[in-house]
């Protein structure tokens, strides 16, 4: 199997990578859209701010690349992010696959911290993509948020519920790191390498 890992300007790509290297998989880091559209997966992490992301994508071309793979295509963080409508951040336009927007959390009580940091639980799991898991804890780091909308396939709870992941036809993202999730996310990985077009 091929698996395409976007590069572009976001940090964390390479615990992915180690992620998948720990799967049996050896990954492709790449920004060019043949090996991309060409792959049997790809994979669009990282951490980072969403201006400078959309103008590096942008600016290369593959803002359109991106929204025309029809493989499995997941994104992981601010790959999830990117993937939504507009992000609050640098109030930013996005990729625009998920009809959602991107908002930043407003703590409400003193012990609410940003950006959310730690370990929690996912809920309401309705994918393929969480085969064999059972309300599974995660690892977040993150300043903003997607609200939950009808593209929610799991959901998290701080200062409010909002979505943990998303799907839409043959792309889906969580704002948690399965690459940092333990054994929890390495099922996550193995799931989605596995989905096939009947579970799509």
Known sequence: MKVAVVKYNAGNVFSVLSALRRLGVEPLLTDDPRELRGADRVIFPGQGEARGAMEYLRARGLDEVI???????????????????????????CLGVFDADVIRFRPSRHEDKVPCMGWNALHDLRSPLFEGLDEPYVYFVHSYYVPLCEETIATADYIQPYSAALRKDNFYATQFHPEKSGSVGERILRNFLKLTNSKL
């Open 67 to 93: 929204r025309s793979l029809t493989q499995p295509v997941l994104g992981i963080c601010i790959g999830q992010q990117l993937l939504c409508r507009h992000s609050e951040e640098g109030d930013t336009d």
